[in-house]
């Protein structure tokens, strides 16, 4: 099979739903011309024209109450914001309408949109365009959250995405764009929204990753693999709904878990697994308390030596992970 970027991956799930349904369109800050920020929509504007890949004013908040007026009245846009940060700028819109609406109105309306936002640091970008905020959204009822990590992934899970009659926050991993690479069929394709995947089986120890850390993870499975250590790497894919059969499954399966994601460790999404593990059946297999690795409590520096220790890395992760595995936490 043919092998894509993450970045081609999203790409031809849009290009390919705009050709299919002409109700589907693109709008963004510089999603035209420039085909955007992280060049995930180039060339898009020559093969649909402005009308469908449509340019904005630098205006978040337009951007999410024009998707969602659009989705009202029987669209289905895919809005991009340029950072994830700049989503609590679009909050109000989000949170207070497109969520709501379905419920409030009974079930008589729909608002089919997407709002992809590429997410996390490693760009030397600084505190206001590296962070991780994802948790803000799954604590909204209304709204489904998906971080994709692979190439396959990402096709998939926005095309089901696209296709939902429920409005729907897309994170993408924006270190991901290049670096990941992997076969992606040439058709459309699906993914249940709510299904996670175990990335790698194991039986000493489950690690749970999010985002850039389902790499990063899988690459220190490999390295304790060496020590005699055999890692589960289970993603949700799917923050809300949580497959949360999977990730209790692998804990009553290896019996210790390890939960890793870049966002700060305090509110951060890494709780909200930690609960429903502790709340399951999984508890009575666990032979250690469930361990949380996440991105330090601070602002995202400018430095990149600094930046690179406000999140898990490779190391970390093995450090951690060697200690929960051999009973030392």
């Known amino acids: 099979m ?15 739903e705009m050709r299919l349904d002409d109700r589907v369109f693109l709008i963004g800050e510089d999603v035209g011309v420039y085909g955007g920020a992280f060049g995930v929509s180039m060339g898009m504007i020559d093969e649909f024209g402005p009308e469908r890949v449509i340019d904005t004013p630098i205006s978040e908040l337009g951007i999410a109450g024009a998707i969602t007026g659009a989705a009202m009245t029987g669209m289905r846009p895919i809005g991009e914001i340029m950072f994830m940060d700049f989503m609590t700028l679009a909050s109000e819109q989000i949170v207070n309408q497109a969520a709501k609406i379905r419920f409030m109105f009974g079930g008589t309306a729909k608002v089919p949109l997407v709002l992809r936002a590429p997410i996390g640091s490693g760009t030397g970008a600084a505190a206001q365009h590296s962070q991780s905020l994802e948790n803000l959204f799954v604590h909204i009822p209304g709204l489904k959250v998906v971080m994709p990590t692979t190439p396959y992934d990402v096709k998939g899970l926005l095309i089901a995405s696209i296709r939902d009659n429920n409005p729907v926050i897309f994170f993408e991993p924006k270190l991901l764009y290049k670096k990941a690479k992997g076969p992606v069929p040439e058709e459309p394709y699906t993914i249940p929204l709510g299904v ?3 990335k ?26 060496e020590e005699g250590i055999d890692i589960e790497v289970v993603d949700p894919r799917t923050l809300r709904p949580l497959d949360e059969e999977t990730i209790i499954r692998s804990a009553i399966k290896t019996g210790k878990v390890l939960i890793v994601h870049e966002a700060c460790k305090t509110g951060g999404y890494g709780g909200e697994l930690a609960a429903v593990l502790a709340g399951s059946e999984a ?15 601070m602002p995202i520096p400018y430095n990149r030596d600094l930046e690179y220790h406000a999140v898990p ?14 009973g030392r936490v």
Do not use: C, H, W
């Open 313 to 326: 890395q490779v190391e970390n992760i093995v450090e951690k992970a060697r200690e929960l595995a051999k």
């Open 196 to 198: 996670a995947d175990v």
């Open 2 to 16: 043919r092998e894509l970027t993450y970045l081609e991956a999203v790409r031809e799930a849009m290009v390919q």
């Open 200 to 225: 790698r089986q194991g039986r000493d120890l489950t690690i749970i990753a999010t985002g850039i850390m389902v790499s990063r993870s899988l690459e220190a499975a490999e390295q304790l693999a």
């Open 283 to 297: 508890f009575d297999y666990l032979d250690a308390p469930i361990m949380r690795l996440a991105g330090l409590d």
